[in-house]
């Protein structure tokens, strides 16, 4: 299916090359995310991933591959999260993690 020009508008930010080189090739799961924005699992995935699907999507050429099920809130499938790529976004966003979130 060929992409709208909503959907080409909306794309991941290309990460510089000098942007935390020690974690090429890392993949980190729900709770090493966590670790990092000093918030629990739940949080993350609620308030922090979900509503932020169609930039972080695989799919869509994001970091994240969400877990395969019809409910994600009930899934026992990990994620699987490139780490360089989701730590750049982070510290892009770290005032919308840590205080009201995205509107």
Request: no cysteine.
């Amino acid at each position: 299916m060929p992409r709208t020009k909503l959907q080409n508008q909306l794309e991941f930010p290309k990460v510089p090359e000098f942007v935390r080189p020690d974690l090429y090739g890392i993949t980190w799961g729900l709770s090493e995310v966590s670790k990092m924005v000093k918030r629990d699992t739940k949080f993350v995935s609620k308030y922090v991933l979900k509503p932020n699907r169609r930039v972080l999507d695989v799919k869509y050429g994001g970091p994240v591959k969400f877990p395969a099920a019809s409910n994600d809130e009930k899934s026992n499938a990990p994620y699987k999260i490139q780490a360089r790529e989701i730590a750049f976004w982070i510290d892009q966003n770290w005032s919308k993690i840590q205080g009201k979130g995205w509107d």
